[in-house]
């Protein structure tokens, strides 16, 4: 059975501390797109109804704009445009029939009171955990990426990491021993998932290693 690791959404620059007196406990969590719903501005001139049809895993999360353009020469159909959470125009469709965007498909519905142009809609695409279930977990640590010295190793295979399955979270199970003997510095680090004969960049960023104030008990 086919794992979820194509629907990983890479995460950059998630910067993390970590201690020489302390285990690695640090979670990564992993969610997907699950719902979303549409919203008319309150503005609006025409009165027709939004619908979501589907909405894929890997679609970005956020609140989309759909603007009503100006009515299709010789029609009554609006046409729609879309724009993603970052303001990118990705999509333009028409009123009364199902548009692609980024992931998610939805349609307007024509009410009793035509669109017109400046009429709109919010679009929230909404996350929820994603279940990496059967996903194999590896990071390093090295002082720069391109050093041939790895300086900290984990796994899943090793127990290192620890897989949550449905709930969506990777942990790090790393030993006070082992941080112990990590150097104080600032690391980079990336974490890949493995399945299905595909290897994903997950999260990746830097681990700033410090020492920590409070002697351990034994």
């Known amino acids: 059975m086919a794992t979820n690791v194509?629907?990983?959404?890479?995460?950059?620059?998630v910067d993390l501390?970590?201690?020489?007196?302390a285990s690695w406990t640090d979670s990564f969590p992993f969610v997907a797109?699950?719902?979303?719903?549409?919203y008319a501005a309150a503005t609006n001139i025409g009165n027709g109804n939004f619908f979501v049809i589907s909405v894929a895993p890997q679609t970005v999360l956020g609140s989309y704009t759909i603007q009503i353009l100006a009515p299709v020469s010789g029609s009554q159909t609006a046409r729609v445009s879309v724009s993603s959470p970052d303001g990118t125009l990705i999509a333009i469709g028409n009123v009364g029939v199902p548009v692609s965007a980024g992931g998610v498909v939805f349609a307007i519905a024509?009410?009793?009171?035509?669109?017109?142009?400046?009429?709109?809609?919010?679009?929230?695409?909404?996350?929820a955990p994603l279940d990496i279930t059967?996903?194999?977990?590896?990071?390093?640590?090295?002082?720069?990426?391109?050093?041939?010295?790895?300086?900290?190793?984990?796994?899943?295979?090793?127990?290192?990491?620890?897989n949550g399955g449905t709930t969506g979270q990777v942990g790090m199970?790393?030993?006070?021993?082992?941080?112990q003997g990590l150097p104080a510095g600032t690391y980079a680090y990336d974490l890949i998932a493995s399945a299905d004969g595909y290897d994903v960049l997950a999260y990746q960023g830097s681990v700033t290693h410090i020492q920590g104030v409070t002697a351990l008990a034994s």
Not at 6 to 13: E, F, K, S
Not at 134 to 142: H, K, P, T, V, Y
Not at 173 to 179: E, F, L, N
């Open 6 to 13: 194509l629907n990983i959404q890479t995460q950059r620059g």
């Open 17 to 21: 501390v970590t201690f020489n007196n």
């Open 33 to 38: 797109a699950a719902t979303a719903a549409g």
């Open 110 to 127: 024509q009410g009793t009171t035509l669109f017109t142009p400046g009429d709109s809609f919010s679009l929230s695409v909404l996350p």
């Open 134 to 162: 059967g996903i194999a977990f590896a990071l390093m640590l090295r002082s720069q990426p391109a050093d041939a010295e790895i300086s900290l190793s984990a796994s899943t295979a090793d127990g290192s990491i620890a």
């Open 173 to 179: 199970r790393v030993s006070t021993a082992t941080m």
